[in-house]
């Protein structure tokens, strides 16, 4: 089982094999493919720094106790019909994607982060609506 913040449940959907450092982007694909290739794996939304916040390197600015990043995971888990303390498998969270989320919630509720710009998590969000779950990585 993985133990993940709100925000991050969007991440995974644009993920494309690039992060913050290689430790971070190793840990990322782990669970990634993991999901990609075990969707009946276990899920359990947490408040505030999760497993892929583990591995943040220590570099820059440490953002996963932010504010407005708690405020983030908060209204992404909300928009999605989710809770904090819930546990269900990663498919089931797909579910909840192709029922409550659109592409452009990306503009809205990721309006800060620095990955915005790509255009991937609005692509990652369209494909699992199509029922195409998480896209395999190069």
């Not at 493919?33 to 505030?48: A, C, D, N, V």
């Not at 909840?96 to 990652?124: A, L, M, N």
């Amino acid at each position: 089982m993985f133990k993940l913040r709100g925000h991050h449940l969007f991440c995974l959907l644009g993920y494309r094999g690039m992060g913050y450092s290689a430790e971070y982007v190793e840990n990322m694909t782990r669970l990634h493919q993991t999901l990609r290739e075990e969707p009946e794996t276990f899920i359990q939304l947490i408040k505030g720094p999760d497993q892929l916040c583990e591995k943040y390197p220590n570099s820059g600015t440490y953002h996963c106790q932010d504010e407005s990043i708690y405020d983030q995971d908060a209204a992404i888990l909300e928009k999605m019909g989710l809770k904090v303390g819930q546990i269900l498998r990663w498919k089931d969270i797909e579910a909840h994607i192709r029922k409550f989320v659109v592409p452009s919630d990306v503009q809205k509720f990721c309006e800060t982060c620095s990955w915005r710009s790509y255009g991937v998590c609005e692509e990652g969000i369209q494909e699992i609506r199509e029922g195409k779950g998480l896209r395999k990585l190069n």
